[in-house]
Structure formats: structure tokens, C-alpha cells
């Protein structure tokens, strides 16, 4: 079976490698380098921030994240000689209102990597000595992780680029599907180029909205901003990732600390604005004052595929037999990603599905939007 995949970000590059494990053939079209928009701008948490303030079908996905991406890294890593950096450093949640919900919330949802405890200042302090004196205690998450994702995008993209039955178009936009009698037949690329597979993978994240007019049907998919900082301390020298306000700090192992993030809704503008990152750095100082003494060595923005309620569209497109959507995880596409390839994977491939599919489907909202 031939699929052809539009969109070269986490989503459109975990689906290539699930459809690959099941004997397909790829083909792989990315509007411009594979892996360099929101996949590659964001911080990596392999849960969402603040699970219990997200619908079930988010965590359904998400929960399976971080063992998923460590049995790629086992296949992927000797082969691309790239390690994913998945690093256990557990989180603090400074969010006092959030306190009870998190404390309960793997017990309710049965989900022992979100078992969490309240520290004391003491014990917060022994955790994480470099946390503001202001914060008297925390919500800890021992057992969550970060992934680091340029390394990450960088070994799929290795690993895909050297197999036998995987074909790479970069920097090729597609402009249109070649529609007949409810079957994709082609591809048309904006060289006048056409493509022909067995199924059709829509996997362009913000952009998805684009393909609204031509498949007859509303497709609710925004592009929202968000802004990071980077700052670079010694090795290991931030033990957690911390939460407060829904900023975040994400400690690398070679001790770069991710810091962010904001959230606009400025359409597809990509470039950071100097107040936003003074905001950024601000909430990133009141949580670890010590930061002060680090530089800045990189800032950046990135456009997440906003959807309603973050539920993203996985499944068959309505009124086409053979195309199939991928796209609109929002704030937490990095962490579903995984869980959402396999899924489409079973719905493309006929196999049993791993969780409930109907969450998922395009038809939710789709359906109902269809244009005449």
C-alpha cells in the first residue's frame, strides 16, 4: 500500500514511520524543510501542561506518549546515532488553585505517571534549591518528562531519508487534490507536478484550514502564536521543570533551559515580539531568580494548530474513501503525537484500535459543516 503524506511535522513524520512497521510505501511532501515548524518550536513536556484541565480524549493520547518515543529512540538510535534526550526530571506546579485536582488526578483517571505529592518550602528546596523563596510549596510530578525535540525530528528524519520505500519532497507546496468519484487520484503540486498513492495523510498542522474550500467542508484549524526564550546554564544544573501561570521551564541535559510560553492569535506571523519575550523572561526570573546570571543564547516563535477543545481531527476525511486527516493537536501535539499515528495507522490499515476512534473523527465537526 502507497501513502502519500502532506505535512512534514511530528505528526506527519510518527505516521510514516507506524505506516512503515506495516510493509507501505511513503511519500513524503513538506512545504518547506520537514520538521522546522511547530514541532521543532516546542518545549517537549510528554504530558499536557495541566492534564485535568484538558478533555479525555487529550490524555487518552497523551498517556502513551512517553513510551512510545522511547521504543523509537531504542530502533531509531543505532542506526542515526541520535539520542531523543528523553530526560526524567518530574515537574513542579506552583499553581496553589490547582493543588487538589492534581493530587487526585492519577488516581481518577488511573494513570500512575501523574501520581503527584505537595511539598513543603523544605522539601521543595531539596528538589530544586534554585526555586524563588516566594513559593512556600508545590505540587511535585516526579515521574514526567521532556523529550528534546529538534534531536528528536532530526533522527525520524535521518532514519526515513535512508529507507528503500520512503521518497521525500521538501520545499514542494501541493496545491490541489485531483478529486473523482469521491477518490483522491492525485496530488498536484504548484510546479505542476502530480502524485498518485493509495491514500492520502493531510498532516499540515496550522495550515490545515487551507484545504476548507477545496474538500467542501469547514475545517476549524487556527494557527495560534507562541514565543520561547533559551537560556544556557551548566550541565544539570536546573533538576525540574517548573510550572507556574502556564509558564514553563524545561532543563536540558547539556543545561539549556527552555523558557515559555505565550499564546496569540496573530494569524501566520512567525516573528517574536520584544514584549512578549520580556514577558517571558520576567515570569521565567520570578520563578528561579538565578537565571538573572545566565545569557539569553536563542528566542524564537512557533504557530500551533489550534482546534476546539484541543481534540485533534484523526480518521477518515467525509466524502473521500481514501483521504485521512492528522492535524489540529494545539498545545499538545508533541506528546499525542505518537498515540495519534498509531491510530491512524489502525483506522488506514484495518487493525483494532487502541482507543476510542469516534473521539477523533473528522465527522464530529466536519460533517456538520459541509458546504453544498
Given at each position: 500500500?502507497?501513502i502519500a503524506i502532506v505535512g512534514c511535522g511530528i505528526n506527519g513524520l510518527l505516521t510514516a514511520l507506524e505506516l512503515l512497521e506495516h510493509n507501505c510505501t511513503i511519500t513524503l511532501f513538506d512545504q518547506q524543510q520537514a520538521g522546522k515548524a511547530a514541532s521543532w518550536a516546542g518545549g517537549g513536556i510528554l504530558s499536557p501542561m495541566y492534564p485535568w484541565r484538558?478533555?479525555?480524549?487529550?490524555?487518552?493520547?497523551?498517556?502513551?506518549?512517553?513510551?512510545?518515543?522511547?521504543?523509537?529512540?531504542?530502533?531509531?538510535?543505532?542506526?542515526?546515532?541520535?539520542?531523543?534526550?528523553?530526560?526524567?526530571?518530574?515537574?513542579?506546579?506552583?499553581?496553589?488553585?490547582?493543588?487538589?485536582?492534581?493530587?487526585?488526578?492519577?488516581?481518577?483517571?488511573?494513570?500512575?505517571?501523574?501520581?503527584?505529592?505537595?511539598?513543603?518550602?523544605?522539601?521543595?528546596?531539596?528538589?530544586?534549591?534554585?526555586?524563588?523563596?516566594?513559593?512556600?510549596?508545590?505540587?511535585?510530578?516526579?515521574?514526567?518528562?521532556?523529550?528534546?525535540?529538534?534531536?528528536?525530528?532530526?533522527?525520524?528524519?535521518?532514519?526515513?531519508?535512508?529507507?528503500?520505500?520512503?521518497?521525500?519532497?521538501?520545499?514542494?507546496?501541493?496545491?490541489?487534490?485531483?478529486?473523482?468519484?469521491?477518490?483522491?487520484?492525485?496530488?498536484?503540486?504548484?510546479?505542476?507536478q502530480h502524485f498518485q498513492a493509495d491514500h492520502y495523510v493531510i498532516a499540515t498542522g496550522s495550515w490545515s484550514a487551507h484545504w476548507s474550500a477545496q474538500l467542501k467542508c469547514s475545517i476549524p484549524v487556527k494557527p495560534i502564536q507562541g514565543q520561547m526564550l533559551l537560556f544556557k546554564t551548566p550541565e544539570q544544573w536546573l533538576p525540574t521543570m517548573c510550572m507556574?501561570?502556564?509558564?514553563?521551564?524545561?532543563?536540558?541535559?547539556?543545561?539549556?533551559?527552555?523558557?515559555?510560553?505565550?499564546?496569540?492569535?496573530?494569524?501566520?506571523?512567525?516573528?517574536?515580539?520584544?514584549?512578549?519575550?520580556?514577558?517571558?523572561?520576567?515570569?521565567?526570573?520570578?520563578?528561579?531568580?538565578?537565571?538573572?546570571?545566565?545569557?539569553?543564547?536563542?528566542?524564537?516563535?512557533?504557530?500551533?494548530?489550534?482546534?476546539?477543545?484541543?481534540?485533534?481531527?484523526?480518521?477518515?476525511?467525509?466524502?473521500?474513501?481514501?483521504?485521512?486527516?492528522?492535524?489540529?493537536?494545539?498545545?499538545?501535539?508533541?506528546?499525542?503525537?505518537?498515540?495519534?499515528?498509531?491510530?491512524?495507522?489502525?483506522?488506514?490499515?484495518?487493525?483494532?484500535?487502541?482507543?476510542?476512534?469516534?473521539?477523533?473523527?473528522?465527522?464530529?465537526?466536519?460533517?456538520?459543516?459541509?458546504?453544498?
Open positions: 500500500m502507497h484538558y478533555p479525555k480524549a487529550v490524555n487518552d493520547l497523551a498517556q502513551y506518549g512517553k513510551a512510545l518515543y522511547q521504543q523509537w529512540n531504542a530502533k531509531l538510535q543505532p542506526i542515526t546515532g541520535i539520542d531523543f534526550e528523553i530526560h526524567d526530571t518530574g515537574m513542579l506546579i506552583f499553581d496553589q488553585e490547582d493543588f487538589e485536582m492534581g493530587l487526585s488526578y492519577a488516581e481518577q483517571t488511573r494513570q500512575p505517571m501523574q501520581q503527584a505529592k505537595i511539598l513543603d518550602q523544605t522539601h521543595l528546596k531539596q528538589i530544586n534549591p534554585h526555586i524563588s523563596d516566594q513559593f512556600k510549596q508545590a505540587l511535585h510530578f516526579p515521574h514526567l518528562s521532556n523529550i528534546r525535540n529538534p534531536r528528536l525530528l532530526k533522527s525520524i528524519l535521518i532514519y526515513l531519508k535512508q529507507h528503500p520505500k520512503v521518497q521525500f519532497f521538501e520545499n514542494t507546496w501541493i496545491d490541489q487534490f485531483e478529486i473523482q468519484h469521491s477518490q483522491i487520484q492525485s496530488l498536484k503540486a504548484q510546479n505542476g507556574n501561570r502556564v509558564m514553563y521551564l524545561i532543563p536540558r541535559t547539556d543545561g539549556h533551559v527552555v523558557c515559555g510560553s505565550s499564546m496569540q492569535d496573530l494569524g501566520f506571523e512567525h516573528r517574536p515580539s520584544l514584549k512578549t519575550q520580556q514577558d517571558i523572561y520576567q515570569a521565567s526570573i520570578e520563578l528561579v531568580p538565578d537565571l538573572e546570571q545566565f545569557p539569553i543564547v536563542k528566542q524564537w516563535a512557533g504557530l500551533r494548530p489550534s482546534s476546539p477543545e484541543g481534540i485533534p481531527y484523526i480518521g477518515q476525511m467525509p466524502n473521500f474513501k481514501n483521504l485521512w486527516a492528522n492535524f489540529g493537536h494545539f498545545r499538545n501535539g508533541l506528546c499525542m503525537a505518537p498515540a495519534s499515528a498509531v491510530l491512524l495507522r489502525e483506522l488506514i490499515c484495518e487493525h483494532a484500535h487502541t482507543v476510542d476512534a469516534q473521539a477523533y473523527s473528522p465527522l464530529r465537526h466536519f460533517q456538520a459543516n459541509t458546504a453544498e
